[in-house]
């Protein structure tokens, strides 16, 4: 059975504000609060909400049959938990219908699976649970940064317990095969791969308002029966695209919405189904293995990581951000962590880059790439400043890790003494009445007995606590 | 084809950038082999390369007709020029100019500069232009800026070839907008007569249609170009301090070149850090206030101000900084970020330099953010990488920004001028 699987992504970076060099060491607050606001609301009033509104009605009306997955940035969620709730409510309501899957995806919609591997592993399990705490279920299948995968990457996301990962369906990857089939990776034979058909989705999220494309305009037809006319085996078909295609690249007006209304009727027809990623990752059988050596992404003809790093501005940015990596991670200031995930967005990357794509790019607040890299740089140089006055310099990360280990076993220990102490005090409070009295009935003068027992318990449990401490160390 | 070219000033002796433009673009027009160029200036020394254009000198041309022989004109003016071109030139004075002042071979005396008479100066240019047109043979007039526009109209009303006009500057952008009615009327009636403008920058384009009221179907765009390198030059070993930066601002030191914004910006990052020294080299009317603004901020011991850089110290200053700066207020091409560019010199322009328009490896701002231009100074001498980046891809794209690709933009016009003439 054939079968279209539709995946949406949600993200909006935090927008970084005007920082001039000479506010490094004075000024610590980045973001630009009118132009979040102003770009969420605008995003969630063009596209997020009327998009939703459909998706919701579509599985309504199909019946169950219509199935669609989502993914959202933390960052994303944070800000339309602050400015547009209702897109959280509409995503509540889509959630209800069972017929809908949230995927998981690093918080920060950053790269740092590119860089560090640890760094990566705790904000995906963030986004996880912050997922799971509002939609009530464990995301199964991992979506990238903009689908930036490679073999290495797939083998630590495989290490984390999902099942499959979305990825692109680059034709230099690829070669000869086709992306209409289910794949694993190379290095983790139990990660499957759902590659993106490239054409196809951007059919719809790139093309398809294009007065000048040779099929303008697309009905839900010709689409459904592009899809009909591939060859027998190929099953899975996978059409991945951002949210706001649907709305901002693709206005309202060209009735975007309508033509994807009209899809779970016109694939009903030709026998098509939709699924959901977990369901396909369950259902289907891979039918080979794919290498990747080099990650891959959706982005730019390459399809590589070149929008983000292909200047040596952009990577000297980008090293610079990570080279505090350890220290952010160690570290347990509400701020800095907070500041580390809206900096490590790859939008702020890609506003440094400098190649001609011929795909206009809007690059913000910025003229330049120039300019973009000269304002993160300034913001960088104020969060390294923040970073390290945290720790003194001189002191390695293994050492500092394990300094901060033993503080912290030994504040837990602490805790667990005070604990102790209080839970024996308690009882010697309530053993003191009962032995008076027993006193007032017996020979006076033999109260040592209880006091003994107490004083006795106390080394003992701090014998058993100080042991536990020196495992932790080992642990770490 | 036979140009006649009006220009100004022609190198080695320059005192501006219209030099340099007239010598790059002549110079690559000059590749097609068909081009046949005559230059007209004021004032020749002598020196000038001849190898791919005639040169006339005004001042040698006769407007009164005197008897002198042969060994006396070779005598005198052997140097510069051709004792049968004074003859054959001689043969067309068109009235009698004796009330001028002429000098014993008839001719008027130029200074070749921005004299205080320069209204008088370019009158007597236009005048000596009459005879020049009437002994020359040619298709096509080409003038450059307002000091020789009444040179070609009075070119093309004596022979009815047509006159194309290059506009290298406005008085809007020498005046910020306070314009000199007497240089606006000579500007306005040299476009009003003119078969077709070309400008050196979109901007200047508009300033043409919008101030001037021209039709902008006469009116296109042909952006500068800049000469390579000599080798003399590119031997040049940079002097650097590894433990400073320098960043230069070079140029007349005048109200169009925005000075100020770069003393303010300086003091901004003079600051955060004490590692960057500021250099202002030229002179110019506005160059005491800024000694005494600079005073003022308190950075005096940063700031330096050298004076004018003449011939091949002004390479030696590019090659000496880090950054180099240009915040002009306005400026309608400005060739000087480019030449900074080719010395691999990483460069800040302002929004409103016409060259901004052609250059893509280098920091734009506007000319009134002093905070965007202190912040871009900063990182180009904090973050090697961006330093890097824009000194080698810098040097990278102003190599591909050929005179040859003008000439044949001009070329262009010209048929297409020539075509509707008929």
Same mark, same amino acid.
């Given at each position: 059975?054939?079968?279209?699987?539709?995946?949406?992504?949600?993200?909006?970076?935090?927008?970084?504000?005007?920082?001039?060099?000479?506010?490094?060491?004075?000024?610590?607050?980045?973001?630009? +609060?009118?132009?979040?606001?102003?770009?969420?609301?605008?995003?969630?009033?063009?596209?997020?909400?009327?998009?939703?509104?459909?998706?919701?009605?579509?599985?309504?009306?199909?019946?169950?049959?219509?199935?669609?997955?989502?993914?959202?940035?933390?960052?994303?969620?944070?800000?339309?938990?602050?400015?547009?709730?209702?897109?959280?409510?509409?995503?509540?309501?889509?959630?209800?219908?069972?017929?809908?899957?949230?995927?998981?995806?690093?918080? %920060?919609?950053?790269?740092?699976?590119?860089?560090?591997?640890?760094?990566?592993?705790?904000?995906?399990?963030?986004?996880?649970?912050?997922?799971?705490?509002?939609?009530?279920?464990?995301?199964?299948?991992?979506?990238?940064?903009?689908?930036?995968?490679?073999?290495?990457?797939?083998?630590?996301?495989?290490?984390?317990?999902?099942?499959?990962?979305?990825?692109?369906?680059?034709?230099?990857?690829?070669?000869?095969?086709?992306?209409?089939?289910?794949?694993?990776?190379?290095?983790?034979?139990?990660?499957?791969?759902?590659?993106?058909?490239?054409?196809?989705?951007?059919?719809?999220?790139?093309?398809?308002?294009?007065?000048?494309?040779?099929?303008?305009?697309?009905?839900?037809?010709?689409?459904?029966?592009?899809?009909?006319?591939?060859?027998? +085996?190929?099953?899975?078909?996978?059409?991945?695209?951002?949210?706001?295609?649907?709305?901002?690249?693709?206005?309202?007006?060209?009735?975007?919405?309508?033509?994807?209304?009209?899809?779970?009727?016109?694939?009903?027809?030709?026998?098509?189904?939709?699924?959901?990623?977990?369901?396909?990752?369950?259902?289907?059988?891979?039918?080979?293995?794919?290498?990747?050596?080099?990650?891959?992404?959706?982005?730019?003809?390459?399809?590589?990581?070149?929008?983000?790093?292909?200047?040596?501005?952009?990577?000297?940015?980008?090293?610079?951000?990570?080279?505090?990596?350890?220290?952010?991670?160690?570290?347990?200031?509400?701020?800095?962590?907070?500041?580390?995930?809206?900096?490590?967005?790859?939008?702020?990357?890609?506003?440094?880059?400098?190649?001609?794509?011929?795909?206009?790019?809007?690059?913000?607040?910025?003229?330049?790439?120039?300019?973009?890299?000269?304002?993160?740089?300034?913001?960088?140089?104020?969060?390294?400043?923040?970073?390290?006055?945290?720790?003194?310099?001189?002191?390695?990360?293994?050492?500092?890790?394990?300094?901060?280990?033993?503080?912290?076993?030994?504040?837990?220990?602490?805790?667990?003494?005070?604990?102790?102490?209080?839970?024996?005090?308690?009882?010697?409070?309530?053993?003191?009445?009962?032995?008076?009295?027993?006193?007032?009935?017996?020979?006076?003068?033999?109260?040592?007995?209880?006091?003994?027992?107490?004083?006795?318990?106390?080394?003992?449990?701090?014998?058993?606590?100080m042991k536990k401490t020196s495992e932790k160390k080992v642990d770490k | 084809m036979k140009v006649l070219m009006f220009g100004w000033e022609f190198p080695p002796h320059i005192l501006g950038g219209l030099g340099t433009a007239s010598y790059g673009l002549t110079k690559g027009m000059a590749l097609q082999e068909d081009m046949d160029i005559t230059f007209c200036i004021?004032?020749?020394?002598?020196?000038?390369?001849?190898?791919?254009?005639?040169?006339?000198?005004?001042?040698?041309?006769?407007?009164?007709?005197?008897?002198?022989?042969?060994?006396?004109?070779?005598?005198?003016?052997?140097?510069?020029?051709?004792?049968?071109?004074?003859?054959?030139?001689?043969?067309?004075?068109?009235?009698?100019?004796?009330?001028?002042?002429?000098?014993?071979?008839?001719?008027?005396?130029?200074?070749?500069?921005?004299?205080?008479?320069?209204?008088?100066?370019?009158?007597?240019?236009?005048?000596?232009?009459?005879?020049?047109?009437?002994?020359?043979?040619?298709?096509?007039?080409? %003038?450059?800026?307002?000091?020789?526009?009444?040179?070609?109209?009075?070119?093309?009303?004596?022979?009815?070839?047509?006159?194309?006009?290059?506009?290298?500057?406005?008085?809007?952008?020498?005046?910020?907008?306070?314009?000199?009615?007497?240089?606006?009327?000579?500007?306005?009636?040299?476009?009003?007569?003119?078969?077709?403008?070309?400008?050196?920058?979109?901007?200047?384009?508009?300033?043409?249609?919008?101030?001037?009221?021209?039709?902008?179907?006469?009116?296109?765009?042909?952006?500068?170009?800049?000469?390579?390198?000599?080798?003399?030059?590119?031997?040049?070993?940079?002097?650097?301090?590894?433990?400073?930066?320098?960043?230069?601002?070079?140029?007349?030191?005048?109200?169009?070149?925005?000075?100020?914004?770069?003393?303010?910006?300086?003091?901004?990052?003079?600051?955060?850090?004490?590692?960057?020294?500021?250099?202002?080299?030229?002179?110019?009317?506005?160059?005491?206030?800024?000694?005494?603004?600079?005073?003022?901020?308190?950075?005096?011991?940063?700031?330096?101000?050298?004076?004018?850089?003449?011939?091949?110290?002004?390479?030696?200053?590019?090659?000496?900084?880090?950054?180099?700066?240009?915040?002009?207020?306005?400026?309608?091409?400005?060739?000087?970020?480019?030449?900074?560019?080719?010395?691999?010199?990483?460069?800040?322009?302002?929004?409103?330099?016409?060259?901004?328009?052609?250059?893509?490896?280098?920091?734009?701002?506007?000319?009134?953010?002093?905070?965007?231009?202190?912040?871009?100074?900063?990182?180009?001498?904090?973050?090697?990488?961006?330093?890097?980046?824009?000194?080698?891809?810098?040097?990278?794209?102003?190599?591909?920004?050929?005179?040859?690709?003008?000439?044949?933009?001009?070329?262009?016009?010209? +048929?297409?001028?020539?075509?509707?003439?008929?």
């Open positions: 059975m054939r079968t279209i699987c539709l995946y949406f992504e949600i993200h909006q970076i935090i927008h970084l504000k005007r920082y001039r060099f000479f506010d490094i060491g004075k000024d610590h607050y980045y973001y630009d +609060d009118y132009a979040n606001e102003a770009s969420i609301n605008e995003v969630a009033e063009r596209s997020y909400i009327p998009a939703l509104s459909a998706l919701i009605d579509m599985t309504k009306n199909s019946g169950g049959t219509f199935k669609v997955a989502l993914s959202i940035s933390g960052v994303a969620l944070e800000q339309l938990e602050i400015h547009a709730p209702d897109v959280i409510d509409l995503l509540h309501q889509l959630n209800d219908t069972d017929c809908c899957e949230f995927l998981a995806e690093p918080y %920060s919609h950053g790269l740092s699976s590119l860089v560090n591997e640890e760094c990566f592993k705790e904000e995906v399990m963030r986004q996880s649970n912050k997922i799971k705490q509002l939609f009530g279920k464990a995301p199964k299948v991992f979506r990238n940064s903009s689908l930036i995968y490679s073999d290495g990457i797939g083998a630590t996301v495989a290490s984390m317990g999902f099942k499959g990962m979305l990825t692109e369906g680059a034709k230099y990857i690829l070669g000869w095969k086709s992306p209409h089939y289910m794949y694993h990776c190379s290095q983790a034979p139990n990660l499957k791969l759902l590659l993106r058909d490239f054409k196809l989705s951007d059919d719809i999220g790139l093309r398809f308002s294009n007065s000048e494309w040779s099929e303008y305009p697309l009905f839900a037809d010709t689409y459904i029966n592009w899809i009909d006319s591939l060859p027998q +085996d190929e099953q899975v078909i996978n059409i991945f695209m951002e949210l706001s295609a649907l709305g901002i690249f693709q206005p309202l007006s060209s009735n975007i919405l309508e033509f994807l209304k009209a899809l779970p009727a016109c694939a009903k027809a030709k026998g098509i189904t939709f699924s959901t990623p977990t369901e396909i990752v369950t259902k289907s059988k891979s039918v080979s293995s794919i290498d990747v050596p080099d990650p891959i992404s959706w982005v730019n003809e390459e399809r590589d990581v070149t929008p983000w790093l292909g200047n040596v501005l952009q990577r000297e940015a980008f090293n610079k951000l990570y080279s505090v990596a350890e220290r952010v991670y160690l570290c347990d200031d509400r701020r800095i962590k907070q500041d580390w995930d809206y900096l490590q967005a790859s939008n702020n990357f890609r506003f440094m880059t400098t190649k001609h794509t011929g795909i206009a790019l809007s690059r913000g607040i910025y003229d330049s790439a120039y300019d973009a890299f000269t304002n993160y740089m300034n913001i960088l140089g104020d969060f390294i400043n923040r970073v390290n006055s945290l720790y003194p310099e001189d002191i390695d990360n293994e050492e500092l890790n394990s300094l901060l280990t033993t503080i912290r076993n030994q504040g837990e220990e602490l805790a667990d003494l005070h604990r102790e102490l209080e839970h024996l005090q308690a009882k010697t409070a309530k053993a003191k009445p009962a032995v008076s009295a027993a006193q007032e009935a017996a020979v006076p003068g033999k109260t040592t007995p209880a006091k003994s027992v107490s004083t006795e318990k106390v080394p003992g449990k701090k014998a058993v606590a | 004021p004032k020749p020394w002598g020196d000038e390369d001849k190898s791919f254009l005639k040169i006339i000198g005004m001042n040698n041309t006769p407007v009164v007709w005197r008897n002198v022989n042969w060994e006396y004109v070779n005598n005198r003016l052997g140097s510069s020029m051709n004792p049968q071109l004074y003859y054959d030139l001689r043969d067309h004075i068109y009235a009698d100019f004796n009330y001028l002042y002429t000098n014993d071979l008839g001719c008027i005396e130029f200074s070749g500069r921005y004299p205080d008479n320069l209204y008088e100066e370019i009158n007597n240019y236009s005048i000596v232009a009459g005879v020049v047109a009437r002994q020359q043979q040619f298709d096509i007039i080409h %003038s450059h800026d307002w000091l020789t526009y009444p040179a070609g109209i009075h070119a093309k009303q004596v022979t009815g070839k047509p006159l194309v006009i290059h506009v290298h500057a406005t008085d809007f952008d020498r005046s910020r907008g306070n314009v000199n009615p007497t240089v606006y009327a000579i500007e306005k009636n040299g476009m009003d007569q003119a078969d077709h403008i070309m400008c050196v920058s979109e901007l200047t384009r508009q300033t043409v249609i919008d101030k001037y009221f021209q039709d902008p179907r006469k009116v296109t765009t042909v952006h500068n170009a800049v000469s390579p390198l000599s080798q003399e030059i590119m031997d040049i070993v940079p002097k650097k301090n590894p433990k400073e930066k320098v960043v230069t601002f070079l140029g007349r030191i005048t109200m169009q070149k925005g000075p100020e914004y770069f003393v303010e910006a300086a003091s901004m990052v003079l600051k955060r850090t004490r590692n960057i020294r500021f250099v202002m080299a030229g002179n110019g009317d506005m160059m005491n206030e800024m000694i005494r603004l600079v005073a003022e901020r308190g950075i005096a011991d940063r700031f330096h101000f050298p004076g004018f850089m003449k011939g091949n110290q002004v390479y030696e200053v590019l090659k000496a900084s880090d950054v180099y700066i240009m915040p002009s207020v306005s400026e309608p091409f400005g060739i000087s970020p480019l030449e900074a560019m080719q010395c691999s010199v990483p460069t800040i322009i302002s929004k409103q330099s016409g060259c901004a328009e052609i250059l893509d490896k280098c920091i734009k701002t506007d000319y009134w953010d002093i905070q965007a231009m202190a912040d871009a100074i900063y990182s180009i001498c904090t973050y090697q990488s961006l330093y890097e980046y824009l000194r080698d891809e810098g040097k990278k794209e102003v190599d591909q920004i050929k005179w040859e690709n003008v000439g044949y933009k001009v070329r262009g016009i010209y +048929d297409e001028v020539l075509k509707q003439y008929r």
